[in-house]
């Protein structure tokens, strides 16, 4: 059965998943793009950003990073994102339906990626065999439909920080790695707050510290 | 000039400084002993605990964790204390004023120790060089006592997670040291919640990880 999993998702260590003030110049949020310094130089990052942009890819960092990295795509299909993963825009869709995610053409999913949206859209097929579908009838349903999708792989939720903590609260994530990386935002999206892991039927099953970040992994006990 | 610090100061990774429902039984509040897992083995941790309790001293471990251990005393004079670091009493004092604080006859501080309370009480001479004294005018009032008793040395801030908040909100605090345990508590003191550290002017200066924590140091900018 199709496990559902948070992976690779970067966290502050004052709990901050994003920055403020997310837009267009700061997808991450104002100083979010340094909680993903960890990732960056990775091998597995560099060959996904060079296939994203076209340009000769770089030779990146192999260890505990890449290791994660690596695992964040391992038997991965379906992914499950927040709106405001997939672009900057808010309320209802611009008319020319125009914006196509951060990714430009290719993005690196390979596979349907359901973003849930108040907002009705028609599916976006991509190169690269990724499918962006809108969903507007809430989180459960949109599981329903990447499990249907799966065909046997792993449904990955991509974020954010408040659609990963419906997710918990919900208690429908059987595996989540956070990586903590060593700076505070002191503002931004709040991934713990109010969110009690353990009462949940979380727990902390493995810590894996690398120079860059600190890797936790997550399952219920 | 004396610097206040924060040091060896135990966090969970979702930002709890103690569990909930401190008592008696449970001084670090239900489920917090685990944030203290990393100093426990630590030879700087064992020879304080045989000094307090008279038992022969452990081995203890070296490395980063007792590193830290080791500075958490160097060059450090007076203390300053939360009220429920002193003690599990809410309210008024016990009209006996038995309660001499978790640490028996010999308390690791060898200083003044400044207890900040709403409660007046006199202050109390321990074994080994330990005085208590109980400040009831504040934070700054606490802190300017210590100053005058410092001879030179540096002021620890010992905790808890409150007396941390105000001082830091204070802009009173010169170095923290915080150790991020590998485990959640879901519910307790918070340290981060509400505080900006960024725009009060600190930032994360140092990252070191062990197998037993992150620990984190963080200045003024």
Redesign the interface.
């Known amino acids: 059965m199709s496990k559902v999993k948070v992976l690779c998702y970067s966290v502050s ?3 901050f998943a994003a920055g403020p003030d997310q837009s267009l110049e700061n997808p991450m949020g104002v ?1 979010g793009m340094a909680l993903h310094a960890w990732v960056l130089p990775t091998k597995t990052f560099q060959a996904m950003h060079s296939e994203m942009t076209g340009s000769a890819p770089g030779e990146g960092t192999t260890g505990v990073d890449n290791d994660f990295a690596s695992k964040g795509f391992e038997n991965i299909g379906p992914w499950i994102l927040g709106r405001n993963m997939f672009g900057p825009i808010r309320g209802a869709w611009k008319a020319d339906e125009s914006w196509e995610g951060w990714w430009g053409e290719t993005p690196p999913y390979h596979s349907d990626v359901f973003v849930l949206t108040h907002h009705p859209r028609k599916s976006i097929e991509m190169k690269g065999g990724t499918v962006f579908h809108f969903v507007t009838d809430g989180i459960e349903s949109a599981l329903k439909k990447a499990k249907a999708a799966a065909k046997g792989k792993d449904i990955r939720i991509g974020g954010g920080a408040s659609t990963i903590r419906q997710y918990l609260t919900a208690k429908l994530i059987d595996e989540m790695h ?1 990586a ?1 990386a ?6 931004g999206e709040p991934l ?2 109010g ?6 039927g ?3 099953s493995k ?1 894996t ?3 860059n970040a ?1 890797h ?1 992994v ?1 399952r219920k006990k």
Chains 1, 2 share one sequence.
């Open positions: 260590m004052d709990g100083g956070l903590l060593p700076v505070v935002l002191g503002a713990f707050a969110l009690n892991l353990p009462a949940l979380y727990e902390c810590y510290p690398s120079e600190a936790l997550f």
